[in-house]
């Protein structure tokens, strides 16, 4: 059976399925899904080539998720399921549901007393996600073969169906799909009659005309087979490419997207092409930003970023979620003491600067605010960072960052790091404590120092100005 007949197929056996019928582009959409996940037949050239059985029974496999996109996902995950109490406990001997199901295609006899396959994709167990249950008469008697992540080593052993209790390890709520012997009657009928016609495969061909669009695009990115792309969100005001585009720098091929109503400008880079870590992308990244920045003399701000994608994506507009209240409360005066005042508007400035990503910024601003407390006199900045490190580092000792941060003291004091390593890196271009900003290791340092720096901060605001956070 050609893939568009089979498609055309199970369009009409899943037509009176739910409430909600399968539409012909729902199932149509799962057949692409299952192509790009290698599970049916790719390419225009291909489109003539009959199915296996293995691959009709992924296309049953893709009609068990709610939404398309998850048909090939679902077509792994079932395929792989083994029956509890192992092959010898299965039906027909099979060591998978895949052959399991091959088997109900295969012939009337190998289907004999088949009534039924269940087939879920909720959880089960313990991170593990896919269950099925085939039922049969054999011998008059009722049976269920049940069909298990292959995780679930202690299920696979001789003898564990004996007993077994499905409802013990399922979700608190599962869709399932019944597949009923009538279903894989008529497919196998259907499978049998289009091995005997001499027609060629139905349509047009246009189900694989975005398929093509899709590998013409990734031709022009440059995105092979083995391709992991990072993905990085800019906020700039650089001068940008109007459509996607691959570009060389220096010894580096980037692909740089226009922003878009939902989309921001992003650089994407090829981690397996470029051979670079996550990390060392990301400073290839900041250096591109930097000259770009220095030649249209205008901001280029670094966002989030992942990475893993096998093509560049798009990267989303931030939409950060706001805080609210029903009934908002704040009754607080203007500060009296001038110090107050200063120490409040360096803690906001620190504050908007780690959110733009600027980690020198932050560390300084932040620092601003010790200094402040102490008259600027660096001799009683140290002694109080010096008394006040305890503190703080106690009530975040399990944090990440201050964890992070006592690694990279070292032999140091901490005061001694702050003020040397950090306020002095991040204020000026000194040779004893040069600071890249572009490099990603120096930017995580700064942050983890900023990240301490805040929590000095709001020890001297609240403490040594008595400065309350209540609203």
Same mark, same amino acid.
């Given at each position: ?385 010096? %008394? !006040?490190?305890?503190? /703080?580092?106690?009530?975040? @000792?399990?944090? $990440?960052? +201050? #964890? &992070? ?26 040779? %004893? !404590?040069?600071?890249? /900003?572009?490099?990603?290791? @120096?930017?995580? $340092?700064? +942050? #983890? &120092? ?22």
């Amino acid at each position: 059976m050609f893939a568009k007949n089979l498609e055309y197929v199970l369009q009409g056996l899943t037509a009176d399925g739910d409430f909600q019928r399968y539409t012909p582009r729902d199932v149509e959409e799962r057949f692409e899904n299952l192509r790009d996940w290698g599970r049916l037949p790719r390419g225009r050239e291909k489109r003539a080539q009959h199915l296996t059985r293995s691959e009709i029974t992924a296309a049953v496999f893709g009609l068990v998720p709610v939404h398309p996109a998850w048909a090939g996902h679902a077509a792994v995950v079932f395929e792989k399921l083994r029956p509890v109490g192992g092959p010898a406990a299965s039906f027909r001997a099979a060591p998978t549901l895949s052959d399991a199901i091959q088997f109900l295609l295969a012939d009337e006899a190998s289907a004999a007393g088949v009534i039924d396959v269940t087939l879920t994709g909720s959880g089960f167990g313990t991170n593990n996600n896919g269950f099925a249950t085939l039922r049969y008469v054999n011998e008059k008697a009722l049976r269920a073969v049940h069909f298990v992540s292959k995780m679930a080593v202690s299920l696979l052993q001789p003898g564990a169906e004996v007993g077994f209790r499905p409802e013990s390890f399922g979700s608190t709520l599962a869709r399932n799909v019944v597949l009923t012997e009538r279903f894989f009657r008529t497919l196998r009928r259907e499978v049998d009659k289009s091995m005997l016609s001499m027609g060629g495969p139905a349509g047009d061909g246009s189900e694989y005309t975005a398929e093509e669009a899709r590998a013409a695009r990734a031709a022009r990115l440059g995105a092979k087979p083995h391709s992991r792309f990072l993905n990085m969100g800019i906020d700039t005001q650089v001068t940008w490419p109007k459509e996607e585009t691959r570009i060389a720098f220096d010894r580096y091929y980037l692909v740089l997207m226009p922003k878009t109503e939902d989309h921001m400008q992003s650089v994407h880079i090829d981690l397996m092409a470029n051979r670079l870590t996550d990390e060392a992308a990301m400073t290839v990244i900041n250096r591109f930003l930097s000259l770009l920045t220095w030649c249209d003399d205008q901001f280029a701000v670094a966002q989030h970023c992942w990475s893993g994608n096998p093509v560049p994506v798009a990267v989303s507009k931030p939409d950060l979620p706001a805080s609210t209240a029903q009934h908002w409360v704040f009754n607080r005066q203007i500060p009296s003491d001038a110090k107050v005042l200063r120490a409040l508007g360096h803690y906001r400035e620190a504050r908007n600067a780690d959110h733009a990503g600027l980690a020198s910024y932050a560390v300084l601003s932040y620092y601003k605010v010790i200094e402040g407390g102490q008259d600027d006199d660096g001799s009683k900045v140290k002694a109080w960072i010096t %008394k !006040s490190y305890p503190i /703080v580092n106690a009530a975040h @000792e399990s944090d $990440r960052d +201050f #964890t &992070a941060f006592r690694e990279a003291v070292g032999t140091m004091t901490p005061q001694e790091y702050l003020t040397n390593e950090c306020r002095r890196a991040a204020a000026h271009a000194s040779r %004893k !404590s040069p600071s890249d /900003v572009d490099d990603l290791d @120096e930017t995580r $340092r700064l +942050f #983890t &120092a900023a990240s301490v720096l805040h929590a000095l901060a709001r020890h001297m605001i609240s403490h040594e100005f008595g400065v309350s956070d209540r609203r």
